[in-house]
Protein backbone atom coordinates (compact mmCIF):
# COMPACT_ATOMS: atom_id res chain seq x y z
CA UNK A 1 0.00 0.00 0.00
CA UNK A 2 1.02 3.60 -0.46
CA UNK A 3 2.13 4.16 3.06
CA UNK A 4 4.47 1.08 2.71
CA UNK A 5 6.49 2.19 -0.12
CA UNK A 6 10.19 4.12 0.83
CA UNK A 7 13.12 4.62 0.45
CA UNK A 8 14.23 2.68 3.31
CA UNK A 9 15.85 5.88 4.77
CA UNK A 10 13.42 7.86 7.23
CA UNK A 11 14.26 11.44 6.11
CA UNK A 12 14.06 11.03 2.68
CA UNK A 13 10.60 8.79 3.45
CA UNK A 14 9.39 12.06 5.60
CA UNK A 15 10.58 14.33 2.64
CA UNK A 16 8.73 12.30 -0.80
CA UNK A 17 5.82 11.22 1.15
CA UNK A 18 2.93 13.71 0.15
CA UNK A 19 4.36 12.86 -3.54
CA UNK A 20 2.26 9.76 -2.82
CA UNK A 21 -1.49 9.37 -2.47
CA UNK A 22 -1.62 8.87 1.18
CA UNK A 23 -5.12 8.32 3.17
CA UNK A 24 -4.78 7.67 7.05
CA UNK A 25 -8.00 5.21 6.96
CA UNK A 26 -6.72 3.53 4.33
CA UNK A 27 -6.61 -0.56 5.21
CA UNK A 28 -4.51 -2.84 3.69
CA UNK A 29 -6.04 -6.10 4.79
CA UNK A 30 -9.51 -4.42 2.81
CA UNK A 31 -7.32 -5.81 -0.28
CA UNK A 32 -6.08 -9.12 1.24
CA UNK A 33 -10.07 -9.85 2.17
CA UNK A 34 -11.01 -8.47 -0.88
CA UNK A 35 -8.99 -11.16 -2.90
CA UNK A 36 -9.58 -14.09 -0.62
CA UNK A 37 -13.24 -13.52 -0.83
CA UNK A 38 -13.21 -13.05 -4.60
CA UNK A 39 -10.74 -15.63 -5.68
CA UNK A 40 -9.36 -12.64 -7.91
CA UNK A 41 -5.53 -10.68 -8.05
CA UNK A 42 -7.16 -7.09 -7.93
CA UNK A 43 -3.61 -6.15 -7.02
CA UNK A 44 -2.47 -6.40 -10.52
CA UNK A 45 -4.32 -3.90 -11.67
CA UNK A 46 -2.49 -1.01 -13.81
CA UNK A 47 -5.79 1.15 -14.37
CA UNK A 48 -6.09 0.89 -17.75
CA UNK A 49 -9.95 1.28 -18.01
CA UNK A 50 -11.18 -1.42 -20.11
CA UNK A 51 -13.39 -2.39 -17.42
CA UNK A 52 -15.58 0.57 -17.06
CA UNK A 53 -15.83 0.84 -20.99
CA UNK A 54 -16.82 -2.43 -21.08
CA UNK A 55 -19.24 -1.92 -18.70
CA UNK A 56 -23.08 -1.29 -19.25
CA UNK A 57 -23.64 0.28 -16.49
CA UNK A 58 -21.07 2.76 -16.66
CA UNK A 59 -22.59 4.83 -19.35
CA UNK A 60 -26.04 5.62 -17.02
CA UNK A 61 -24.53 6.59 -13.79
CA UNK A 62 -21.66 7.59 -12.04
CA UNK A 63 -20.86 3.87 -11.31
CA UNK A 64 -16.80 3.00 -12.30
CA UNK A 65 -15.68 0.05 -11.93
CA UNK A 66 -12.07 0.72 -12.35
CA UNK A 67 -12.95 2.81 -9.42
CA UNK A 68 -13.76 0.28 -6.96
CA UNK A 69 -10.55 -1.81 -7.76
CA UNK A 70 -8.34 0.98 -7.42
CA UNK A 71 -10.07 1.29 -3.98
CA UNK A 72 -9.29 -2.02 -3.28
CA UNK A 73 -5.52 -1.62 -4.16
CA UNK A 74 -5.59 1.66 -1.53
CA UNK A 75 -7.58 0.16 1.16
CA UNK A 76 -10.16 2.52 1.20
CA UNK A 77 -12.41 0.45 2.72
CA UNK A 78 -15.18 2.74 4.24
CA UNK A 79 -15.01 4.69 0.71
CA UNK A 80 -15.70 1.58 -1.14
CA UNK A 81 -18.66 0.17 0.74
CA UNK A 82 -20.87 3.25 1.21
CA UNK A 83 -20.80 4.20 -1.97
CA UNK A 84 -23.82 3.41 -3.00
CA UNK A 85 -22.88 2.44 -6.79
CA UNK A 86 -21.53 -0.70 -5.36
CA UNK A 87 -24.83 -1.91 -6.29
CA UNK A 88 -25.00 -0.64 -9.54
CA UNK A 89 -23.03 -3.81 -11.21
CA UNK A 90 -25.04 -6.08 -13.08
CA UNK A 91 -22.43 -9.03 -12.75
CA UNK A 92 -22.25 -8.97 -16.61
CA UNK A 93 -18.50 -10.13 -16.51
CA UNK A 94 -18.03 -8.31 -19.40
CA UNK A 95 -15.36 -6.59 -17.73
CA UNK A 96 -13.74 -9.99 -16.71
CA UNK A 97 -13.64 -11.55 -20.10
CA UNK A 98 -11.73 -8.18 -21.10
CA UNK A 99 -9.67 -7.39 -18.33
CA UNK A 100 -6.11 -7.39 -20.08
CA UNK A 101 -4.19 -8.36 -16.33
CA UNK A 102 -6.15 -11.24 -16.14
CA UNK A 103 -8.41 -9.82 -13.09
CA UNK A 104 -12.21 -10.73 -12.56
CA UNK A 105 -13.39 -7.29 -11.16
CA UNK A 106 -17.25 -8.75 -11.22
CA UNK A 107 -15.93 -10.97 -8.65
CA UNK A 108 -14.20 -8.02 -6.61
CA UNK A 109 -18.10 -6.43 -6.71
CA UNK A 110 -18.88 -9.82 -5.12
CA UNK A 111 -16.06 -9.48 -2.65
CA UNK A 112 -16.91 -5.85 -1.69
CA UNK A 113 -21.03 -6.42 -1.04
CA UNK A 114 -19.85 -9.54 1.17
CA UNK A 115 -18.11 -7.46 3.05
CA UNK A 116 -21.09 -4.55 3.07
CA UNK A 117 -23.45 -7.19 4.29
CA UNK A 118 -21.25 -7.48 7.35
CA UNK A 119 -21.89 -4.17 7.86
CA UNK A 120 -25.46 -4.04 7.92
CA UNK A 121 -25.27 -2.28 3.58
CA UNK A 122 -27.36 -4.27 1.44
CA UNK A 123 -30.48 -3.46 -0.64
CA UNK A 124 -33.73 -4.43 1.11
CA UNK A 125 -34.82 -6.55 -2.01
CA UNK A 126 -32.13 -9.16 -1.21
CA UNK A 127 -33.28 -9.59 2.12
CA UNK A 128 -36.84 -10.41 1.00
CA UNK A 129 -35.41 -12.78 -1.25
CA UNK A 130 -33.64 -14.69 1.86
CA UNK A 131 -37.13 -14.63 3.25
CA UNK A 132 -39.21 -15.97 0.15
CA UNK A 133 -36.03 -18.91 0.22
CA UNK A 134 -36.37 -19.92 4.02
CA UNK A 135 -40.48 -20.04 3.38
CA UNK A 136 -40.96 -21.90 0.18
CA UNK A 137 -37.32 -22.68 -0.76
CA UNK A 138 -37.99 -20.60 -3.61
CA UNK A 139 -36.89 -17.06 -4.35
CA UNK A 140 -39.81 -16.59 -6.86
CA UNK A 141 -42.78 -18.90 -5.27
CA UNK A 142 -45.63 -20.76 -7.02
CA UNK A 143 -48.90 -18.79 -7.43
CA UNK A 144 -52.44 -19.31 -8.42
CA UNK A 145 -52.47 -18.38 -11.80
CA UNK A 146 -49.22 -19.90 -12.48
CA UNK A 147 -50.88 -22.93 -11.07
CA UNK A 148 -54.03 -22.73 -13.29
CA UNK A 149 -51.37 -22.32 -16.07
CA UNK A 150 -49.49 -25.78 -15.45
CA UNK A 151 -52.72 -27.85 -15.38
CA UNK A 152 -53.42 -26.74 -18.49
CA UNK A 153 -49.88 -27.80 -19.87
CA UNK A 154 -50.04 -31.20 -18.02
CA UNK A 155 -47.51 -29.78 -15.63
CA UNK A 156 -48.46 -30.58 -11.99
CA UNK A 157 -50.23 -27.66 -10.37
CA UNK A 158 -46.93 -27.42 -8.01
CA UNK A 159 -43.42 -28.27 -9.91
CA UNK A 160 -41.60 -30.94 -8.36
CA UNK A 161 -39.41 -29.04 -6.47
CA UNK A 162 -39.25 -27.73 -2.64
CA UNK A 163 -43.28 -26.85 -3.37
CA UNK A 164 -44.95 -29.95 -4.06
CA UNK A 165 -41.99 -31.78 -1.40
CA UNK A 166 -42.23 -29.34 1.11
CA UNK A 167 -40.23 -32.15 3.26
CA UNK A 168 -37.29 -30.21 2.18
CA UNK A 169 -37.55 -26.81 3.41
CA UNK A 170 -36.38 -27.84 6.86
CA UNK A 171 -32.96 -29.02 5.80
CA UNK A 172 -32.99 -25.64 3.45
CA UNK A 173 -33.57 -23.89 7.17
CA UNK A 174 -31.14 -25.42 8.45
CA UNK A 175 -28.09 -23.94 6.11
CA UNK A 176 -29.52 -20.73 5.87
CA UNK A 177 -29.79 -20.85 10.05
CA UNK A 178 -25.85 -22.09 10.02
CA UNK A 179 -25.66 -18.63 8.69
CA UNK A 180 -27.59 -16.92 10.59
CA UNK A 181 -29.29 -14.87 7.50
CA UNK A 182 -32.46 -15.58 7.89
CA UNK A 183 -32.16 -13.93 11.45
CA UNK A 184 -30.30 -10.68 9.83
CA UNK A 185 -32.50 -10.50 7.00
CA UNK A 186 -35.67 -10.17 9.93
CA UNK A 187 -33.76 -7.90 12.15
CA UNK A 188 -32.29 -5.42 9.14
CA UNK A 189 -36.01 -5.45 7.61
CA UNK A 190 -37.55 -4.50 10.61
CA UNK A 191 -35.39 -2.23 11.65
CA UNK A 192 -36.24 -0.71 8.98
CA UNK A 193 -39.76 -0.68 9.12
CA UNK A 194 -38.75 0.89 12.65
CA UNK B 1 -26.13 -39.75 -17.92
CA UNK B 2 -26.63 -43.30 -17.54
CA UNK B 3 -25.88 -45.95 -20.20
CA UNK B 4 -26.74 -44.73 -23.96
CA UNK B 5 -29.82 -43.06 -23.02
CA UNK B 6 -29.25 -39.46 -21.89
CA UNK B 7 -30.91 -39.30 -19.27
CA UNK B 8 -30.62 -35.96 -17.02
CA UNK B 9 -32.41 -34.73 -13.48
CA UNK B 10 -34.01 -31.39 -14.78
CA UNK B 11 -33.22 -28.40 -12.60
CA UNK B 12 -36.26 -26.27 -12.79
CA UNK B 13 -35.30 -22.97 -10.39
CA UNK B 14 -37.85 -20.57 -9.87
CA UNK B 15 -38.61 -18.51 -12.70
CA UNK B 16 -39.33 -21.21 -15.58
CA UNK B 17 -42.13 -23.44 -13.99
CA UNK B 18 -43.21 -20.29 -11.11
CA UNK B 19 -43.67 -17.77 -14.23
CA UNK B 20 -43.27 -19.24 -17.59
CA UNK B 21 -44.34 -22.94 -17.01
CA UNK B 22 -44.28 -23.30 -21.09
CA UNK B 23 -40.69 -23.04 -21.11
CA UNK B 24 -40.74 -26.29 -18.45
CA UNK B 25 -42.96 -27.89 -20.55
CA UNK B 26 -41.27 -26.80 -23.85
CA UNK B 27 -38.03 -28.17 -22.36
CA UNK B 28 -39.48 -31.89 -21.57
CA UNK B 29 -41.29 -32.63 -24.68
CA UNK B 30 -38.55 -30.90 -27.36
CA UNK B 31 -35.81 -32.75 -25.35
CA UNK B 32 -37.78 -36.33 -26.11
CA UNK B 33 -38.24 -35.75 -29.49
CA UNK B 34 -34.15 -35.41 -29.56
CA UNK B 35 -33.68 -38.54 -27.57
CA UNK B 36 -33.19 -36.52 -24.39
CA UNK B 37 -35.42 -37.61 -21.29
CA UNK B 38 -35.37 -35.24 -18.18
CA UNK B 39 -36.33 -36.64 -14.86
CA UNK B 40 -37.46 -34.71 -12.12
CA UNK B 41 -35.50 -33.55 -10.07
CA UNK B 42 -37.41 -33.43 -6.41
CA UNK B 43 -36.89 -31.33 -3.39
CA UNK B 44 -34.65 -28.95 -5.30
CA UNK B 45 -34.75 -25.80 -4.20
CA UNK B 46 -33.64 -22.23 -6.14
CA UNK B 47 -30.39 -22.10 -7.23
CA UNK B 48 -29.97 -19.67 -5.55
CA UNK B 49 -30.66 -16.36 -6.95
CA UNK B 50 -26.72 -15.78 -8.04
CA UNK B 51 -27.40 -11.93 -7.61
CA UNK B 52 -28.55 -11.72 -4.23
CA UNK B 53 -27.31 -14.73 -2.52
CA UNK B 54 -23.77 -14.16 -3.68
CA UNK B 55 -23.50 -10.81 -2.94
CA UNK B 56 -24.78 -11.30 0.56
CA UNK B 57 -22.54 -13.82 1.93
CA UNK B 58 -20.84 -16.37 -1.29
CA UNK B 59 -20.43 -19.26 1.50
CA UNK B 60 -24.24 -19.85 2.07
CA UNK B 61 -24.34 -19.21 -1.99
CA UNK B 62 -21.80 -22.41 -2.38
CA UNK B 63 -23.89 -24.40 0.64
CA UNK B 64 -27.55 -23.99 -0.92
CA UNK B 65 -26.15 -24.48 -4.41
CA UNK B 66 -24.42 -27.71 -3.67
CA UNK B 67 -27.63 -28.53 -1.22
CA UNK B 68 -28.95 -28.85 -4.86
CA UNK B 69 -25.97 -30.32 -6.84
CA UNK B 70 -26.17 -33.41 -4.06
CA UNK B 71 -29.73 -34.42 -4.71
CA UNK B 72 -28.93 -35.44 -8.69
CA UNK B 73 -25.50 -36.97 -6.78
CA UNK B 74 -27.74 -39.07 -4.72
CA UNK B 75 -29.66 -39.99 -8.35
CA UNK B 76 -26.19 -40.55 -10.02
CA UNK B 77 -26.78 -38.45 -12.62
CA UNK B 78 -25.97 -35.50 -14.51
CA UNK B 79 -27.83 -32.23 -13.90
CA UNK B 80 -29.56 -30.20 -16.56
CA UNK B 81 -31.22 -27.01 -16.79
CA UNK B 82 -32.63 -24.15 -18.77
CA UNK B 83 -31.67 -20.60 -17.27
CA UNK B 84 -28.20 -19.05 -17.06
CA UNK B 85 -28.68 -17.92 -13.62
CA UNK B 86 -29.18 -21.57 -12.49
CA UNK B 87 -26.20 -22.47 -14.66
CA UNK B 88 -23.97 -19.80 -12.89
CA UNK B 89 -24.85 -21.40 -9.44
CA UNK B 90 -25.33 -24.83 -10.00
CA UNK B 91 -22.40 -25.00 -12.86
CA UNK B 92 -19.97 -22.53 -11.26
CA UNK B 93 -21.02 -23.94 -7.58
CA UNK B 94 -20.34 -27.69 -8.53
CA UNK B 95 -16.82 -26.18 -10.88
CA UNK B 96 -15.62 -24.64 -7.74
CA UNK B 97 -16.15 -27.32 -5.11
CA UNK B 98 -14.60 -29.78 -7.24
CA UNK B 99 -11.38 -27.99 -7.47
CA UNK B 100 -11.03 -26.03 -4.26
CA UNK B 101 -11.00 -28.31 -1.45
CA UNK B 102 -11.04 -25.74 1.54
CA UNK B 103 -14.07 -24.51 0.08
CA UNK B 104 -16.00 -28.08 -0.27
CA UNK B 105 -14.95 -28.76 3.24
CA UNK B 106 -16.46 -25.68 4.46
CA UNK B 107 -19.34 -26.69 2.61
CA UNK B 108 -19.49 -30.03 3.74
CA UNK B 109 -19.04 -29.30 7.39
CA UNK B 110 -22.96 -27.49 6.83
CA UNK B 111 -24.24 -30.25 4.88
CA UNK B 112 -23.15 -32.93 7.32
CA UNK B 113 -25.79 -31.09 9.74
CA UNK B 114 -28.82 -31.97 7.08
CA UNK B 115 -26.83 -35.53 6.71
CA UNK B 116 -25.38 -34.58 2.57
CA UNK B 117 -22.11 -34.48 1.49
CA UNK B 118 -20.86 -32.71 -2.19
CA UNK B 119 -18.81 -35.71 -3.72
CA UNK B 120 -18.18 -33.74 -6.79
CA UNK B 121 -19.67 -36.91 -8.98
CA UNK B 122 -21.84 -35.30 -11.67
CA UNK B 123 -22.01 -33.06 -14.12
CA UNK B 124 -23.85 -29.61 -14.91
CA UNK B 125 -25.11 -28.80 -18.49
CA UNK B 126 -27.35 -25.75 -20.01
CA UNK B 127 -30.27 -28.03 -22.03
CA UNK B 128 -28.93 -25.91 -24.81
CA UNK B 129 -25.27 -26.89 -24.80
CA UNK B 130 -26.73 -30.39 -24.75
CA UNK B 131 -28.69 -29.75 -28.15
CA UNK B 132 -26.01 -28.19 -29.88
CA UNK B 133 -23.86 -31.18 -29.20
CA UNK B 134 -23.42 -33.60 -31.28
CA UNK B 135 -22.60 -36.44 -29.33
CA UNK B 136 -25.57 -35.77 -27.54
CA UNK B 137 -27.98 -34.48 -30.21
CA UNK B 138 -26.21 -32.25 -32.59
CA UNK B 139 -27.98 -29.42 -34.90
CA UNK B 140 -28.85 -31.54 -37.44
CA UNK B 141 -30.70 -33.62 -35.49
CA UNK B 142 -32.81 -30.52 -33.72
CA UNK B 143 -33.43 -29.81 -37.45
CA UNK B 144 -34.73 -33.01 -38.18
CA UNK B 145 -36.88 -32.61 -35.54
CA UNK B 146 -38.21 -29.75 -36.84
CA UNK B 147 -42.10 -30.61 -38.49
CA UNK B 148 -43.24 -26.19 -38.95
CA UNK B 149 -40.08 -24.66 -40.09
CA UNK B 150 -40.20 -21.20 -38.47
CA UNK B 151 -39.07 -19.91 -42.40
CA UNK B 152 -39.36 -15.74 -43.11
CA UNK B 153 -39.14 -14.93 -39.73
CA UNK B 154 -35.61 -12.70 -38.13
CA UNK B 155 -34.79 -13.66 -34.69
CA UNK B 156 -32.36 -12.00 -33.04
CA UNK B 157 -30.23 -14.07 -30.19
CA UNK B 158 -29.73 -12.91 -26.41
CA UNK B 159 -26.94 -14.88 -25.13
CA UNK B 160 -27.43 -13.81 -21.73
CA UNK B 161 -24.16 -13.38 -19.27
CA UNK B 162 -23.70 -16.22 -17.11
CA UNK B 163 -24.31 -19.14 -19.22
CA UNK B 164 -21.00 -17.96 -21.26
CA UNK B 165 -18.86 -16.07 -19.20
CA UNK B 166 -16.47 -15.53 -17.51
CA UNK B 167 -14.40 -17.39 -20.55
CA UNK B 168 -11.63 -19.05 -18.54
CA UNK B 169 -13.87 -20.15 -16.57
CA UNK B 170 -15.91 -21.72 -18.70
CA UNK B 171 -15.79 -24.02 -22.20
CA UNK B 172 -17.87 -22.26 -25.11
CA UNK B 173 -14.94 -19.93 -26.45
CA UNK B 174 -15.48 -16.78 -27.96
CA UNK B 175 -17.52 -14.53 -26.27
CA UNK B 176 -17.35 -11.54 -28.22
CA UNK B 177 -19.74 -12.77 -30.59
CA UNK B 178 -20.56 -16.14 -30.05
CA UNK B 179 -22.48 -18.10 -33.33
CA UNK B 180 -23.93 -21.25 -31.83
CA UNK B 181 -27.18 -20.39 -30.55
CA UNK B 182 -27.80 -18.48 -33.58
CA UNK B 183 -26.98 -22.21 -35.14
CA UNK B 184 -29.16 -23.72 -33.08
CA UNK B 185 -32.04 -20.93 -34.48
CA UNK B 186 -31.25 -21.21 -38.06
CA UNK B 187 -31.44 -24.91 -37.59
CA UNK B 188 -35.75 -24.68 -37.12
CA UNK B 189 -35.56 -22.26 -40.24
CA UNK B 190 -35.59 -19.03 -39.24
CA UNK B 191 -33.15 -16.06 -39.52
CA UNK B 192 -30.79 -15.54 -36.91
CA UNK B 193 -30.16 -11.64 -37.22
CA UNK B 194 -27.45 -9.73 -35.92
CA UNK B 195 -27.24 -6.94 -34.21
CA UNK B 196 -24.88 -4.45 -32.65
CA UNK B 197 -23.64 -5.49 -29.17
CA UNK B 198 -25.31 -8.40 -29.10
CA UNK B 199 -23.22 -10.12 -26.22
CA UNK B 200 -24.22 -6.51 -24.14
CA UNK B 201 -26.23 -7.93 -20.68
CA UNK B 202 -30.25 -7.41 -20.50
CA UNK B 203 -29.81 -5.26 -17.61
CA UNK B 204 -31.50 -7.70 -14.88
CA UNK B 205 -28.62 -9.46 -13.19
CA UNK B 206 -26.92 -9.13 -9.87
CA UNK B 207 -29.79 -7.33 -8.24
CA UNK B 208 -30.08 -4.43 -10.50
CA UNK B 209 -33.46 -5.19 -11.52
CA UNK B 210 -34.78 -5.40 -7.52
CA UNK B 211 -32.02 -2.40 -6.46
CA UNK B 212 -32.88 0.30 -9.44
CA UNK B 213 -35.68 -1.11 -11.74
CA UNK B 214 -35.15 2.21 -13.89
CA UNK B 215 -31.17 1.63 -14.23
CA UNK B 216 -32.17 -1.89 -15.05
CA UNK B 217 -34.35 -1.11 -17.73
CA UNK B 218 -32.58 1.70 -19.42
CA UNK B 219 -29.70 -1.05 -19.97
CA UNK B 220 -33.02 -3.27 -21.18
CA UNK B 221 -33.85 -0.88 -23.73
CA UNK B 222 -30.52 -0.40 -25.49
CA UNK B 223 -31.16 -4.05 -25.99
CA UNK B 224 -34.38 -3.35 -27.57
CA UNK B 225 -33.09 -0.55 -30.04
CA UNK B 226 -30.51 -2.09 -31.29
CA UNK B 227 -32.35 -5.45 -31.63
CA UNK B 228 -35.62 -3.09 -33.23
CA UNK B 229 -33.02 -1.53 -35.36
CA UNK B 230 -32.49 -4.78 -37.55
CA UNK B 231 -35.88 -6.06 -37.68
CA UNK B 232 -35.92 -8.55 -35.75
CA UNK B 233 -39.64 -10.24 -35.39
CA UNK B 234 -38.81 -11.59 -31.74
CA UNK B 235 -36.26 -11.81 -29.29
CA UNK B 236 -34.86 -15.64 -28.34
CA UNK B 237 -32.76 -16.47 -25.09
CA UNK B 238 -32.21 -19.43 -22.77
CA UNK B 239 -32.52 -17.74 -19.81
CA UNK B 240 -36.19 -17.56 -18.83
CA UNK B 241 -34.66 -14.42 -15.86
CA UNK B 242 -33.63 -12.57 -19.22
CA UNK B 243 -37.41 -13.24 -20.75
CA UNK B 244 -38.54 -11.51 -18.09
CA UNK B 245 -36.50 -8.78 -18.03
CA UNK B 246 -37.29 -8.25 -21.88
CA UNK B 247 -41.40 -9.27 -21.80
CA UNK B 248 -42.35 -8.01 -18.51
CA UNK B 249 -40.04 -4.74 -19.30
CA UNK B 250 -41.34 -4.10 -22.19
CA UNK B 251 -44.34 -2.76 -20.01
CA UNK B 252 -42.38 -1.03 -17.41
CA UNK B 253 -40.44 0.35 -20.17
CA UNK B 254 -43.74 1.76 -21.83
CA UNK B 255 -44.80 2.94 -18.34
CA UNK B 256 -41.75 4.85 -17.21
CA UNK B 257 -39.96 5.57 -20.27
CA UNK B 258 -43.33 5.70 -22.96
CA UNK B 259 -41.55 4.15 -25.38
CA UNK B 260 -43.30 0.68 -27.28
CA UNK B 261 -42.08 -1.96 -29.06
CA UNK B 262 -44.33 -4.80 -28.93
CA UNK B 263 -41.62 -7.43 -29.72
CA UNK B 264 -42.27 -11.05 -28.82
CA UNK B 265 -39.50 -12.75 -26.19
CA UNK B 266 -39.49 -16.74 -26.35
CA UNK B 267 -36.84 -18.70 -24.60
CA UNK B 268 -34.97 -21.18 -27.35
CA UNK B 269 -37.31 -24.16 -26.22
CA UNK B 270 -40.42 -22.57 -26.48
CA UNK B 271 -39.26 -21.49 -30.07
CA UNK B 272 -38.21 -25.43 -30.53
CA UNK B 273 -41.35 -26.53 -29.53
CA UNK B 274 -43.50 -24.81 -31.96
CA UNK B 275 -41.36 -25.56 -34.38
CA UNK B 276 -41.82 -29.31 -33.22
CA UNK B 277 -45.40 -28.58 -33.91
CA UNK B 278 -46.36 -27.64 -30.55
CA UNK B 279 -49.30 -24.95 -30.27
CA UNK B 280 -49.26 -21.62 -28.64
CA UNK B 281 -51.57 -22.95 -25.99
CA UNK B 282 -49.10 -26.22 -25.33
CA UNK B 283 -46.58 -23.21 -24.28
CA UNK B 284 -49.14 -20.82 -22.45
CA UNK B 285 -47.78 -18.42 -24.52
CA UNK B 286 -50.41 -16.64 -23.07
CA UNK B 287 -48.82 -15.92 -20.14
CA UNK B 288 -46.03 -13.57 -21.60
CA UNK B 289 -46.70 -10.11 -20.77
CA UNK B 290 -46.09 -9.21 -24.54
CA UNK B 291 -48.40 -10.58 -27.39
CA UNK B 292 -46.71 -13.20 -29.35
CA UNK B 293 -49.26 -12.95 -31.87
CA UNK B 294 -47.53 -10.99 -34.44
CA UNK B 295 -44.85 -13.33 -34.86
CA UNK B 296 -46.93 -16.22 -34.71
CA UNK B 297 -49.31 -15.14 -37.65
CA UNK B 298 -46.06 -15.51 -39.66
CA UNK B 299 -45.28 -19.24 -39.03
CA UNK B 300 -49.00 -20.87 -37.72
S1 LIG C 1 -9.44 -3.81 -17.06
FE1 LIG C 1 -8.26 -4.87 -15.45
S2 LIG C 1 -6.26 -3.85 -15.41
FE2 LIG C 1 -7.65 -2.52 -16.57
S3 LIG C 1 -8.42 -1.07 -15.01
FE3 LIG C 1 -9.90 -2.75 -15.12
S4 LIG C 1 -9.24 -4.21 -13.54
FE4 LIG C 1 -7.53 -2.80 -13.89
S1 LIG D 1 -19.63 -7.24 -14.41
FE1 LIG D 1 -20.36 -5.38 -13.39
S2 LIG D 1 -18.62 -4.00 -13.45
FE2 LIG D 1 -18.17 -5.63 -14.92
S3 LIG D 1 -18.87 -4.82 -16.89
FE3 LIG D 1 -20.58 -5.99 -16.00
S4 LIG D 1 -21.82 -4.49 -14.84
FE4 LIG D 1 -19.82 -3.55 -15.26
Redesign the interface.
Known sequence: MAREKNYGNPQLENKLRDRYYYVDDTKPEFLANVEK?GRTIAHMCYQCGTCTGSC??AP??SYRIRLFVRRAVLGLEEEALTDPDL????????C??RCPR?I?P?DII??M??LA?KWDI??R??LQ??QL?YKS???????D??RA??E????PRD???????P??IP??Q???D??K?KENADRMLAEEGK | MSGNKHQYAFFLGCIAPNRYPGCEAAAIRTSAKVGIELLPLKGASCCPAPGAFGSIDLNVWYAMAARNVVLAEQMNMDITLICNGCYKSIWEVNHILKHNDELRDGVNEVLKEIDMEFKGTIDVWHLAELYYDPAICGVDKIRASVTRPLTGTKIAVHYGCHLMKPKKERHFGDTENPMWVDELVEALGAEAVQYRNKMQCCGAGGGVRGFDIVHSLDITNEKLINVKEVGADAITEVCPFCQLEYDRGQIEIAEKFGIKYGLPVLHFNELLGLAQGMSPQELALDLHAIDCKPFLEKIL
Open positions: IPSRSWLCTTCYSTDDATMARNFIPNFTVIGHGVPNNVNARRLGLPPTTHAYEFGIKILHYL
